[in-house]
């Protein structure tokens, strides 16, 4: 079901299981295709300026919103249990996106999207992606700054009672930024609820699944995987970051010696939001320096 037929920007649904996944695409005839992963409590709206900008460079953008965030839906029965919100999911769900397109896509993903990006391109065969664009995220990462998100995400289960209100914990959050987030700048990021109140948009179950209670423990998996991956890699980190730092870059380089890394000097790890047009600059950069597109068969289901 597409909502927007304009030429060059459209919003769909993707189903993948029982689930309904909120895609945009940007430049549809665009070339090749870049498929934008949005990292853990995130949506879509985190890429929406470095996919215009990239689209009107010519490429094929598509974003979306990863199962139980944003506008996708949520996964059923998971209330408090978190099942639906597994690795092994996310990944399929990625894997499906992939497919879809008319050609194995560039993919950009951040955090949680480039770990998906991770598995699969390591674990299956052909590798369904051209390349890979990883966004201030390695195989291991520091945990002091993964609990800082958590905490942020866990730290208003009764909302807000208001726009500003939430914008001022963003703020506080976020203090490398220097303008509040507007009204319209949150809408898409909260739901009213039948209390009145403002709830971020992903599901609470979302807590409950294993990419928090467990996410430690797939850091041999994603070591793994990343070993064996052999398309085109870029590792794109924030000198600011507290979840990637130098041990764990070079850790990856030694991992993935053909990797590309560059280090944006102003940028935490919310990479694009931080320094939006050195990110795209980069991203452009890597994706002219690639070998024309070829088409080939997609892959199959990714391994438990």
């Given at each position: 079901?597409?909502?927007?037929?304009?030429p060059?920007?459209?919003?769909?649904?993707?189903?993948?299981?029982?689930l309904?996944?909120?895609r945009?695409?940007?430049?549809?005839?665009?070339?090749?295709?870049?498929?934008?992963?949005?990292?853990?409590?995130?949506?879509?709206?985190?890429?929406?300026?470095?996919?215009?900008?990239?689209?009107?460079?010519?490429?094929?953008?598509v974003?979306?919103?990863?199962?139980?965030?944003?506008?996708?839906?949520?996964?059923?029965?998971?209330?408090?249990?978190?099942?639906?919100?597994?690795?092994?999911?996310?990944?399929d769900?990625?894997?499906?996106?992939?497919?879809?397109?008319?050609?194995?896509?560039?993919l950009?993903?951040?955090?949680?999207?480039?770990?998906?990006?991770?598995?699969?391109a390591?674990?299956?065969?052909?590798?369904?992606?051209?390349?890979?664009?990883?966004?201030?995220?390695?195989?291991?990462?520091?945990?002091?700054?993964?609990?800082?998100?958590?905490?942020?995400?866990?730290?208003?289960?009764?909302?807000?009672?208001?726009?500003?209100?939430?914008?001022?914990?963003?703020?506080?959050?976020?203090?490398?930024?220097?303008?509040?987030?507007?009204?319209?700048?949150?809408?898409?990021?909260?739901?009213?609820?039948?209390?009145?109140?403002?709830?971020?948009?992903?599901?609470?179950a979302?807590?409950?699944?294993?990419?928090?209670?467990?996410?430690?423990?797939?850091?041999?998996?994603?070591?793994?995987?990343?070993?064996?991956?052999?398309?085109?890699?870029?590792?794109?980190?924030?000198?600011?970051?507290?979840?990637?730092?130098?041990?764990?870059?070079?850790?990856?380089?030694?991992?993935?010696?053909?990797?590309q890394?560059?280090?944006?000097?102003?940028?935490?790890h919310?990479?694009?939001?931080?320094?939006?047009?050195?990110?795209?600059?980069?991203?452009?950069?890597?994706?002219?320096?690639?070998k024309?597109?070829?088409?080939?068969?997609?892959?199959?289901?990714?391994?438990?």
């Amino acid at each position: 079901m597409v909502y927007d037929v304009a030429p060059f920007h459209t919003v769909s649904r993707f189903s993948v299981a029982d689930l309904g996944l909120a895609r945009e695409t940007w430049n549809p005839a665009g070339q090749p295709t870049l498929l934008f992963a949005h990292g853990f409590g995130q949506t879509r709206g985190a890429w929406s300026s470095a996919a215009m900008a990239l689209a009107d460079a010519g490429c094929r953008c598509v974003t979306f919103d990863a199962r139980g965030h944003g506008e996708s839906d949520r996964a059923a029965g998971a209330a408090g249990s978190g099942r639906g919100y597994h690795m092994n999911q996310f990944a399929d769900d990625l894997l499906r996106l992939a497919a879809a397109q008319p050609q194995p896509p560039i993919l950009v993903g951040a955090s949680m999207g480039g770990l998906l990006g991770i598995v699969l391109a390591g674990e299956v065969r052909p590798a369904p992606f051209r390349a890979l664009v990883l966004v201030d995220i390695t195989p291991r990462w520091e945990t002091a700054g993964v609990e800082r998100i958590l905490a942020f995400m866990q730290a208003h289960p009764d909302g807000f009672a208001n726009y500003a209100e939430a914008a001022e914990q963003i703020a506080a959050y976020l203090p490398q930024r220097r303008e509040r987030k507007s009204t319209e700048q949150l809408r898409p990021l909260l739901r009213e609820g039948i209390d009145g109140r403002l709830r971020w948009h992903w599901d609470p179950a979302l807590l409950s699944g294993d990419l928090v209670q467990e996410s430690e423990r797939y850091q041999p998996r994603l070591q793994a995987a990343a070993a064996k991956i052999d398309v085109p890699v870029l590792l794109l980190s924030g000198a600011r970051s507290d979840v990637v730092s130098r041990a764990t870059v070079d850790e990856f380089l030694q991992l993935v010696p053909h990797a590309q890394h560059v280090e944006l000097p102003h940028a935490s790890h919310m990479v694009a939001g931080d320094a939006n047009d050195a990110f795209t600059r980069e991203v452009a950069r890597f994706v002219r320096g690639l070998k024309p597109s070829v088409d080939r068969p997609q892959a199959g289901a990714a391994q438990p």
